[in-house]
């Protein structure tokens, strides 16, 4: 996993996109949680590294450890209506595994290839009005501590809702234990060419119009595409030709105007398994690592289409920079470190260009005009705000701040990255 960079300095590999260079100085890869639990109580400072699909430092550290090397070791409790898998899981491995038992998850991210623990731990989510983030079906977790301690925590019980959206600061997350529910088919259909005006005059209608809904756009003259997921027999399976003035496409689509869409799920309506539709790209396809930057931030949904005009606002400064801008929609929860604590919230993602620089210099722009309507960033992608910015956009810093040092007080599990934009110095 080590490599020489250009400059001569051997590095622990790079993040998904390659924008990151890890700085670790050893990586350790158990095969056992007893060996898991003797690399953390021997080390100063450590993290775990998931799918390394965050854009950012918030897995770094003096010494990383991968998961990848503990079993799969996937378990489905039908009376309890669960699945328990180890950490390394990813949710396309999950999937197949729940196909066989015709069990299914309530929502999946645009990727299926990251892996659980990491998608739980800093809130990622896909898109639904009802729909809480993936970390919403966590029903219990176990982690090691920085004292070696294996601590199992359920839900309903002690500081479990501080716990499950941990950022990796609590420790290393072994095995989690989500919900399932009966398997489902989905259709997919997308439409082309709706306009800004209609989207202001119907948002709630349109991001009700499927069980999971996403609009994708350059900030042009008008909206490229809403991608509308609905789950089959539901009263809003029906779909049409037309979405307020925007057409059904009568060829599959891609996010990203004018690629091709061979690795984009199927659309046109067939019906299909739930996890071959409510993901953007098949889980047969793996993403390279690169060509792209993400950032995203969550606003209240009741501040939609005033955020919406504000970046609308600054389009043509962001656009030579941006591949394509994602809107969707999340239901609240009760986790305290997730972005959707509380409240109901619209998602402004930014698929950027891989020019670190020039994205840094738009986040500039994005973050002040956000600000107006509380917005919250995606912890695991590009931004610039810090920890006295976010404490005030987090009801529940201080609680979880206390619970970081009841759980690790040796600082193991902090970084950089933590003490700079949650925990401060």
Known sequence: MRRQRAD?????????????????RRIHRPTSVEQLRDIVVAARRVRVLGSRHSFNAIADSDELITLDGLPTDITIDRSAGTVDCSARVSYGELAEALATDGLALHNLASLPHISVAGAVATGTHGSGDTNGNLATA?????????????????????????????????????????DVEPAYEVRQRVYEGLAWEALSAHFDAIMASGYSVSIFTRWGADVDQVWVKSRVGDDLDAGGADLYGARAATVARHPILGIDPVNCTSQLG???????????FRMDFTPSSGDELQSEFFVPRRHAIDAIEAVRRLADTIRPVLLVSEIRTIAADVL????????????IHFTWKPDQAAVLRALALIEPALSTFDARPHWGKVFLAEAATIEPLSPRLADFARLVERLDPRHAFRNDWLERHVLGE
């Open 8 to 24: 001569g300095r051997t590095v622990a590999g790079s993040n998904w996109a390659g924008n990151y260079d890890y700085g670790a």
């Open 138 to 178: 966590v029903a219990s977790l176990e982690i090691v501590t920085s004292s070696g301690e294996l601590l199992t925590a359920e839900r309903g019980t002690g500081d479990f809702d501080g716990l499950v959206v941990g950022l990796g600061a609590l420790g290393a997350v072994t095995r989690v234990t989500l």
């Open 270 to 280: 067939v019906p299909g398994l739930w996890s071959d539709r409510l993901p953007h």
């Open 336 to 347: 305290w470190m997730s972005p959707h604590y509380q409240r109901d919230s619209v998602g």
